[in-house]
């Protein structure tokens, strides 16, 4: 939720707004910033702090002038800060599309309906600042039309108020708060008509690891989506009167402030960094991760654990596997350098295949001969024998040439252990992973215990969601077959 607007001083520059003026479209990026600031009073960062992030005026020209740059779609993820005018912001956009966009059909889903009025409330009270003329009868709770046929309603958070609508924009604001399967119908809502793009724009902070919008934010890299990512240095109000040296910020400003153009108080800011854990400042107001609260291994940091590698002969090849069929089967490669340094180079993770298939993958993916693989380590449950089939897993893998080793042990067992490899007890990471294992990788970001609202006596062991518990799973069965000498060979 948005705790400050945008607004940096009531009525600026309203006065130089002529009238007839207010329908008069902005042609440029400036020229919008100024329509802005004139007719709202709104002054709309627009200068980068961070390396990688963006002004929130890069998301306004996006949203404002995709439908006249002749893209296909305009669909954006939004990841700011707490206090970030992400709300606002939106409300702004939707202001100018159905100002500008005659015809133009918004719809604003919040992750609660409380949520979704928060954006139409500042998009009402924007219509009041000058916009009257242009409405098509009153303003109502959840409805406002404006002569040129455009429309903005609010959909409360149901499956049922999602199915059967098809218009231009759809807002999705707090998605970390979304019930995914309510989103799911979402994604059907948005069509191109009458030279507008359909755009899907998803508003948050992300607040969890393993959260919708930590899904979505990977997703929109993967398929090229354009992520507006800022934080407070983006949105933070000029710092002109204060010693660097003596401010309570200087480790995470570093003198951003002395440059930035912002109107969140620099106070502000310094109480909420006293309030607030280290952990919660990172995820709330500086986006540099979720929090890690209920994550399993909160000491794994891809900067430090993630690194190219390649197989390296001289050392000796292991093999982990998770076996599965509907939920991933995965197949990790891993070797041990002479200093314990526990290096994954590879990774298979595939759904929906028969053993065989998975075995000749495996084979042609090893970089080795398969008599110099030291072990190929798996899951107990994979020798057992089928009802039906009279075969297992673990059989069938060795008869085509894998043989397969074995330990029964516990989950917080093994999970110890790869807690150990991330950071000894000395502070030493005994961990390595190379960047072509996204899946594994992915999965020690998102790997946590379940919710504390699921009931008493479930936060012992981590969730077992189908999706991130596999590869760790592969690695908990190689850190517990790699530490002992007492190995359980397939008998056959």
Avoid at 85 to 103: I, M
Avoid at 282 to 291: A, Q
Wanted: aromatic share 8%.
């Amino acid at each position: 939720m948005e705790e400050k607007g945008l607004v940096c001083s009531k009525g600026i520059e309203t006065e130089e707004v002529l009238e007839g003026a207010i329908q008069t479209a902005p042609q440029t990026r400036q020229e919008l910033r100024r329509y802005v600031k004139g007719a709202l009073g709104i002054d709309v960062p627009d200068r980068r702090m961070c390396e990688g992030h963006a002004a929130p005026m890069d998301y306004l020209w996006h949203a404002y002038h995709t439908d006249r740059s002749g893209m296909a779609n305009g669909d954006a993820v939004v990841w700011a800060n707490r206090g970030g005018g992400k709300t606002e912001l939106a409300a702004v956009a939707t202001l100018l599309d159905c100002v500008f966009k005659p015809g133009c059909q918004v719809r604003i889903l919040g992750g609660s309906l409380e949520q979704s009025s928060r954006m139409y409330d500042y998009l009402t009270a924007f219509v009041y600042r000058g916009f009257e003329s242009l409405l098509a009868g009153p303003v109502r709770r959840e409805r406002c039309a404006f002569e040129n046929g455009s429309e903005v309603r609010i959909l409360p958070q149901s499956d049922r108020s999602v199915r059967g609508h098809h218009v231009h924009k759809l807002r999705c604001d707090e998605m970390e708060l979304f019930d995914e399967r309510v989103f799911a119908a979402a994604k059907f809502i948005t069509q191109s008509a009458d030279g507008i793009v359909a755009a899907m724009e998803m508003f948050s902070t992300m607040h969890r690891p393993y959260g919708l919008m930590q899904s979505l934010v990977a997703e929109a890299r993967r398929f090229g989506v354009p992520i507006f990512q800022w934080c407070v240095w983006e949105v933070i109000e000029r710092c002109t009167d204060r010693t660097c040296s003596r401010c309570p910020l200087l480790e995470d400003c570093r003198g951003r402030a002395k440059e930035a153009a912002g109107y969140l108080k620099i106070d502000d800011v310094i109480t909420q960094r006293r309030r607030a854990s280290r952990a919660g400042f990172e995820s709330e107001m500086l986006c540099l991760r979720p929090s890690l609260e209920n994550a399993v291994f909160a000491d794994f940091d891809p900067a430090e654990h993630v690194a190219p590698l390649g197989y390296d002969p001289t050392l000796p090849l292991y093999r982990a596997i998770d076996f599965g069929f509907v939920n991933p089967f995965v197949c990790l490669w891993i070797q041990v350098d002479h200093e314990g340094m526990v290096r994954v180079i590879d990774e298979y993770v595939r759904s929906r295949a028969a053993i065989h298939v998975h075995a000749r993958e495996i084979l042609e993916r090893t970089p080795c001969d398969e008599q110099r693989v030291a072990a190929t380590f798996c899951d107990p449950a994979g020798a057992g024998r089928n009802d039906v089939t009279g075969t297992s897993a673990a059989g069938e893998m060795g008869t085509m040439g894998i043989r397969l080793h074995w330990r029964r042990s516990g989950i917080l067992e093994g999970i110890e252990l790869i807690r150990r490899s991330l950071r000894s007890g000395e502070g030493i990471n005994r961990l390595r992973i190379d960047p072509r294992c996204v899946r594994l990788i992915e999965a020690m970001r998102c790997y946590h215990y379940p919710d504390a609202n699921r009931g008493p006596g479930l936060s012992e062991l981590p969730l077992k969601d189908g999706v991130y518990d596999h590869p760790i799973d592969a690695l908990r069965y190689f850190f517990m077959g790699i530490q002992t000498n007492r190995l359980q060979r397939r008998p056959y």
